[in-house]
């Protein structure tokens, strides 16, 4: 059975890394029809839009996308890219999972983290409502709603039954904004009253942020909104090594894209030095999305065998290969 995915290349070291995982995905396998899709800084120009039509056309007939950073051009008003494919594809949760790589060292190299943050993806501050009510004066519209709320919460405890987690701690600022995550809570405890079996708590995002830091072991599925939710993973990905090796999914109800969250560091681009780590691992999720966990858990080992291994690493994780080098060995660890 072939599966079509489309390829968003990127920009910067994002062809680079994209081209890594498309090789990768390849050795395990699994029959994929790639179906490129180029999107960069000149298209968006070109074109006048964040998300030209040649990417929706591919996504609609894929359903599923593989894409590596592109850089959002910061003149001319232009959406970012990822809240352009988020709210056209209604890819309504942002999942994130953040597990210690064995044989990386970083400040908390002596614990076992494995959590996995699921971000509420369409609504919040996001939403993009501002007005300048008079010279200097601006306001922004939290929009929370239940449908939202609900969709996201679900997704979460769903994951967890299926995966065989325990724990699902939502995260707010109920305190404060007591309308709209008040109204984000009582749907989490709704839907947390459905599934015993699992420990639900609730936490105020500034504590949680307090104890990731302190003791980040104790979290397995954390339940966020919008703003809160990408703040806390970018804040969790730097326990475990940062954005270069954590990977990421947007889901939706028919569609998927599963990227790499970190930039497309221009500055590196073309050296042939950039870690493919995140953009793999991500590839390795959208492989259990399409039913390929075997192919899914050898690529998963096979990056994390290199790591242990402690060779042929790239220099952002201390090591002195580039990235076909990364890619060759990770290969050669599938075998």
């Known amino acids: 059975m072939s599966h079509k995915v489309t ?25 994929i029809d790639w179906e490129t899709a180029e999107l960069n800084p000149e298209i968006i120009a070109k074109t006048g839009q964040s998300l030209p039509q040649h990417v929706i056309e591919s996504l609609e007939r894929t359903g599923i996308g593989l894409k590596a950073p592109v850089t959002t051009p910061v003149a001319g008003g232009y959406t970012s890219v990822n809240v352009a494919l988020r709210k056209r594809l209604d890819l309504y949760a942002n999942v994130r999972p953040v597990r210690s790589i064995p044989g990386l060292v970083t400040r908390f190299s002596d614990v076992k983290i494995d959590m996995v943050i699921f971000r509420e993806n369409t609504e919040d501050l996001y939403s993009g409502l501002e007005h300048e009510v008079i010279p200097d004066v601006v306001t922004s519209l939290k929009v929370i709603t239940r449908a939202a709320s609900v969709r996201i919460a679900e997704t979460a405890f769903r994951y967890a039954i299926s995966n065989g987690r325990k724990k699902v701690a939502a995260i707010h600022k109920a305190n404060i904004m007591k309308l709209a995550d008040g109204l984000f809570l009582r749907c989490c405890r709704e839907i947390a009253q459905r599934h015993p079996e699992i420990d639900y708590r609730e936490l105020i995002v500034d504590n949680a942020s307090m104890q990731l830091v302190i003791r980040p072991e104790q979290f397995d599925i954390l339940l966020l909104p919008n703003l809160y939710g990408d703040i806390v993973s970018d804040l969790a990905a730097g326990l475990v090594g940062g954005l270069g090796v954590v990977p ?3 889901l939706g109800e028919n569609h998927a894209v599963f990227e790499a969250v970190h930039g497309s560091a221009p500055d590196i681009a073309g050296k042939g030095i950039a ?37 042929h690493l790239t220099p952002d994780v201390g090591g002195s290969a580039g990235t076909q080098e990364f890619t060759d060995a990770v290969i050669a660890a599938m075998c």
């Open 7 to 31: 390829l968003i290349p990127g920009d910067g070291i994002g062809p680079e890394v994209s081209g890594a995982a498309r090789r990768a995905v390849d050795a395990t396998g699994v029959k």
């Open 275 to 311: 870690n493919p780590t995140a953009m793999m691992l991500s590839a390795a999720m959208m492989l259990v999305h399409l039913r390929e966990q075997a192919a899914a858990d050898l690529l998963q080992a096979a990056v994390e065998k290199i790591y242990s291994a402690k060779l």
């Open 248 to 250: 990421g999914a947007n």
